[in-house]
């Protein structure tokens, strides 16, 4: 029995699409807005330059829009990002 849960719950996640991940699941501290080491801990690869450009109003955080606009932007995602 356990261990047909732990199967289903394999399968669930399994099943989940790989798209970018969910703005509340970055936001590790919950305070609504996403900082550098928040975002570096889901995308190791970021870099300053590519945060500068997420956090369009200049306040050191992104936030909601911010980080759909990054997402739209094709910032963030699965894609990996050579184009320097
Ligand atoms: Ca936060
Ligand atoms: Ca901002």
Known sequence: M????LGLGACVAL???ALATEFSEID???DGVLSFLELQMIYPD???GQFDRMDSN???YV????HEAAVQAGVLGPAP????
């Open 15 to 17: 099943a989940m699409p």
């Open 58 to 60: 200049g306040d050191g």
């Open 46 to 48: 970021l870099d300053a």
């Open 81 to 84: 990002a050579s184009e320097t």
């Open 28 to 30: 590790a501290d919950g």
């Open 63 to 66: 936030d909601a829009a911010e």
């Open 2 to 5: 356990k261990t047909y849960l």
